[in-house]
């Protein structure tokens, strides 16, 4: 495996039937060129899997690291109300990683980009000791649209979608759905919104700083089959989306109330009653 031949590779696995809109160029010049629409605000976001970190080469496969990596991405533009458009996706890759792996970690990739028409638009290859991949996801809104973390106001209704320690509950090893359309669906609903990548505890602490409020948890949370209260909280990883609409505002189908939005200490959080730590998953601890 040489640079040439896999970029060579890594071309033709991304090539799409038909070329995203705004695509001047895609993969093959020094940069990627995009042509952005008229009244539109464009959505920036990058993330990191890393071997040992995120996945272990032993558990998990590459088409499902493929997938997990661009998956993350994807969940912020979803937590921001957007329509994800491109990904550049840079890979340093450890010695064990051959072609045919890069190729199933092409194909994990090109699986969940093709269900929300985002095209790979460029990137970048290196090597490392250990894998480590790391992926830029570009989206859109409408302009002026994006739902934000830091619109939360007194007396809004938290509600968070899905079922929470599900990714904790499974051991992390399952491919984590991006709630793209529920994003879409809160746009000019949502006061606030952002994706749980954490656990509730810390990414609630984080959403109520950023707002300058303070947060009670109260209903019974939904968690996953199997999920303790533990994973729930603090476990991480369910990119789920966690939002808060004004009080009387109709919630989609798709989520569950699970508090309300107070006055108090910025980042202040209670779980009936009581002070909850922002715990959660650190990656620097
Ligand atoms: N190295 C960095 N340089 C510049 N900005 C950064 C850097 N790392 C994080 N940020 C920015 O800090 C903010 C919070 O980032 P953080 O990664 O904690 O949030 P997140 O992406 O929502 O969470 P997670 O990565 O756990 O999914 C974001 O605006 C992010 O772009
Ligand atoms: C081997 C292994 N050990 C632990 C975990 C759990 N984990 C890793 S990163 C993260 C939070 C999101 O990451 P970030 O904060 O970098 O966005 C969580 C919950 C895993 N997936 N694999
Ligand atoms: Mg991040």
Redesign the pocket.
Known sequence: MNELSLIAAIRKWSTPKTAAPGVVKGIGDDCAIIRPRANEDLLFTT??VIE?????RA?QTGIDTGWKALA?GLSDIAAMGGDARYALVSLALAPWCCHNYVRDLYQGFNKLAGLHCVQIIGGDVSKTEKLSIDVIVIGSTPRGKALRRDGAKPGDVIYVSGALGR??AK??KDRPIPRLELGRKLRGKATSCMDL???LAMDLHRLAVESGVAAELDGPLPSAPKATLEHALF???DYELLCTLPPGRRAPRELTRVGLIVEGKPGRVTLAGESLQPR????LA
């Open positions: 993330d990191f040992d970190v995120h996945f272990t558990t993350r990714a904790a051991g992390y990548s954490d656990g476990g991480g990883e959660g998953w650190d990656p």
